[in-house]
Structures are given as C-alpha cells and as structure tokens.
C-alpha cells in the first residue's frame, strides 16, 4: 500500500475551507501534519478559532494548528468578507467551542520546522493568501529546495478575477507574499479560478450533504447556506463554485485535470492590475522577468462531476 501523501493545509477557513478539511481529514491517500492559519475569509483570530473547532468536530484534534500571520507582508488587510462567508467565518451558523490551543509556534515556524525534518516528502496546501509561505521562505531559503510540491488555490492567469477584473481573492490578500512564493524552487501547481469555475456543486450536489449522517456533514449543511446565497445572487450559480477542495482533488486524482505551464508573475503595482497572476509565455528580453521562473502548473480543466462525487463520497464516510 502506498504511504499517504503528507501534507500542511494554510488556511482561512471559511466555509470552502471547512469542506476542504474535511475532505482531506476524510481521505486515507492524505496524512495531514497541521493547519497553519491565515487571515483572509476572516480574521486571523477567527480562523485560527475555526481550524481548531473543525478539527475538534472532526474528531481530529491530534493535528496541530498554528497561527499564522495577521496583516499581508506590505498592505493592509482589507478585512473579513462577511457577505460571503458570514461574520464568524462558518455561514454565521455557529460552531461549538474547541477545547485546544493552538501551538505555540507561528505558522511559518510550523512549516520549516515540519518540511526541514523531512526534506522532499511534504506538500504545502495553501488555500487562502500566501503570507504564511512567504515569511517560511524567508525565515529559511534552504525551505522551498527541500518541499516536495505546493498545490495552492488561487490566481487566474487566463479568466477574469472575482474581487475584480484583475484579481482572484487570495492573491488580492497580499499579491507581494503570492509573487515571492511563485518564485519557489519546487513543483508548484495552480489550482486557480481558470479550473474552479469549471468545479461546481448544484443544489442538488448540496442536498446529498444535507442528507448525510456525520458530525462533519451536519455542520456543512449547517454553514453551507450563507455560502449558496452569495453564489445565487452574485453569481447567479445553480449551487457553488468548488475553489479550495479542488487542490484537494488534485492531490486525489490528477489525471481528472489538464493544464498549462509557464512561470507565474504577480502584479505588485498600485494599479487596477495588481494582484493579477501574469503567466509568462515566450523568449527574449522581454520575458526576462520570467524566465528565471520554474514553470507552475496552471489548472485549467477538470472532470467536474467525478471531482464533485469522489469529493461527496469522502464527505458521507
């Protein structure tokens, strides 16, 4: 049998990051080593509560949490997107209090100390801004040599971005941490909005969870409609975009997916360009700013509904 694949998930959880947890916690092919938590969906505070009530509903609080950065490496922090995710973060549904603490490492001590104890076996599985992963590159550069992947959602190289034309949300959160981190030297692939909103779950997908007898479902069913709401009237959606479970289906079953490759540049000007995620095609001077780049695997398709069973399958177990 083959080992798990062990893995970090950065988060913001979040109502898409609560499934992702989920759906990783629920998957043998996964070893999950910790949550490092992030601001983004909601406050760092609020996410780093989150991750350890999840865990705790999940019946998982062997996996350690550690807090993560508060503010983006440059900017400001826009704040909490209440609308999307509710004021608590969990569909303004509530969650029962955990009884533990996070670590008291930061995340970035948390990602080094964890990757550099097992050079080439741990993927990191950002799923909110990339801050965190920018201050563990920095606080070891020997780190990202010694990682075996980051699988990440966020960017859009070919489609337009959801806070705005230029920008996907993460990215948007802090584009100078999310430049630093395209540059690393390992495999990186993008699970951005070019292949997440082509993933998506109906209502009647969101039934079936509705219908599903376990802690973790139950609380899905419970926060999952404060997220419907914002995909019907923004997004005029039949159900949800699936974005942060992607990456995990990623890890589960690649050849569900194409893509492209190219080095990833992110715009970090102070115009209506920034934060967007610039794939770079091409020789000569003029791509100098990418050619010293690895290439990123850019998700851009997807078998949509096995992503979407295979996703609901390890949720009802």
């Given at each position: 049998?083959?080992?798990?694949?062990?893995?970090?998930?950065?988060?913001?959880?979040?109502?898409?990051?609560?499934?992702?947890?989920?759906?990783?916690?629920?998957?043998?092919?996964?070893?999950?080593?910790?949550?490092?938590?992030?601001?983004?969906?909601?406050?760092?505070?609020?996410?780093?509560?989150?991750?350890?009530?999840?865990?705790?509903?999940?019946?998982?609080?062997?996996?350690?949490v550690?807090?993560?950065?508060?503010?983006?490496?440059?900017a400001t922090y826009g704040g909490p997107v209440d609308f999307v995710h509710g004021a608590d973060g969990q569909g303004n549904a509530g969650i029962p209090a955990p009884t533990a603490s996070a670590v008291a490492e930061?995340?970035?001590?948390?990602?080094?100390?964890?990757?550099?104890?097992?050079?080439?076996?741990?993927?990191?599985v950002p799923v909110g801004p990339l801050t965190n992963i920018a201050l563990a590159m920095r606080l070891e550069p020997k780190l990202t040599e010694n990682l075996r992947e980051i699988v990440l959602m966020g960017g859009n190289a070919f489609c337009p971005g959801n806070v705005n034309p230029s920008a996907e949300a993460n990215i948007h959160n802090d584009p100078e941490a999310a430049d630093i981190v395209f540059g690393?030297?390992?495999?990186?692939?993008?699970?951005?909005?070019?292949?997440?909103?082509?993933?998506?779950?109906?209502h009647a997908d969101l039934a079936r969870i509705g219908a599903m007898s376990n802690p973790r479902a139950e609380h899905l069913a419970r926060i999952l409609p404060c997220y419907v709401d914002f995909h019907t009237t923004y997004e005029g959606l039949d159900g949800i975009f699936v974005h942060d479970s992607t990456a995990v289906s990623y890890l589960l079953a690649p050849d569900a997916f194409t893509w492209e490759e190219a080095p990833i540049r992110v715009d970090c000007g102070q115009s209506f360009g920034r934060a967007k995620t610039i794939a770079g095609k091409g020789e000569g001077d003029s791509y100098a700013a990418w050619t010293p780049r690895r290439p990123v695997r850019i998700l851009t398709g997807a078998d949509s509904r096995r992503l979407v069973e295979l996703e609901l399958s390890r949720l009802a177990e």
């Open positions: 049998m083959t080992e798990p694949r062990r893995i970090i998930i950065d988060t913001d959880p979040g109502v898409d990051d609560a499934m992702a947890i989920f759906y990783a916690l629920s998957s043998p092919e996964l070893d999950v080593l910790g949550l490092t938590t992030v601001f983004g969906n909601a406050t760092t505070e609020t996410t780093t509560y989150n991750a350890l009530a999840l865990l705790q509903l999940a019946g998982r609080s062997d996996v350690p550690a807090r993560g950065a508060d503010t983006p490496l440059v930061s995340a970035a001590e948390f990602i080094v100390r964890s990757v550099m104890a097992a050079p080439g076996e741990i993927t990191l690393a030297d390992c495999p990186i692939t993008m699970a951005g909005l070019d292949v997440t909103h082509k993933v998506q779950m109906t």
